[in-house]
């Protein structure tokens, strides 16, 4: 069992509203940040999971974004393998 | 004057408290997803930035990460440039 470091990017879809990126974007502008044309946010999540291989790893994390990590409707979700996590670091 | 996409993540520090992390880990646990070691949540943004080159629009997006977007106390930020945006897409 080895254990495996992944990201997980959730985004608002494309065309849906995005509240906290509006108002990110109005107070960026109010604060004088230049050419802000657009912002959009969403989560990124750091995961650490125990599985066989990277594959499970990765297939076992675009499981749970389905099941709980982003809403289907109105995100899209991403995962990076960022690689395995160091013995001693997993301990820690 | 070009249109960048820039990618900018903004993570709860190493070491302090992430009860968004916690409650998500717990949940991933209670809903029987095996081998979650670690759940640690932070914010990505996209922004779309107009400046004269990559380089002024990532310097730019640093500033406002300095001055708004993260929290300088509790939370670390990284910026990628992902490229620019397409004429077309940037006038939609």
Redesign the interface.
């Known amino acids: 069992?080895t254990?495996f470091h992944l990201e997980v990017?959730?985004?608002p879809r494309p065309g849906l509203l995005d509240p906290q990126?509006k108002a990110?974007h109005h107070?960026?502008t109010s604060?004088g940040?230049?050419?802000?044309?657009?912002?959009?946010?969403?989560?990124?999540?750091?995961?650490?999971?125990?599985?066989p291989d990277a594959e499970t790893?990765v297939e076992?994390t675009e499981?749970?974004c389905r099941?709980?990590?982003a809403n289907p409707v109105t995100e899209d979700f991403s995962v990076s393998l960022l690689g395995e996590?160091e013995r001693e670091e997993?301990e820690a």
Chains 1, 2 share one sequence.
């Open positions: 069992m254990r990017r959730v985004k990126g990110t107070a960026l604060l940040h230049e050419g802000v044309a657009a912002v959009r946010i969403g989560k990124v999540m750091d995961l650490e999971i125990d599985a790893a076992r499981e749970m099941k709980l990590l996590v997993a």
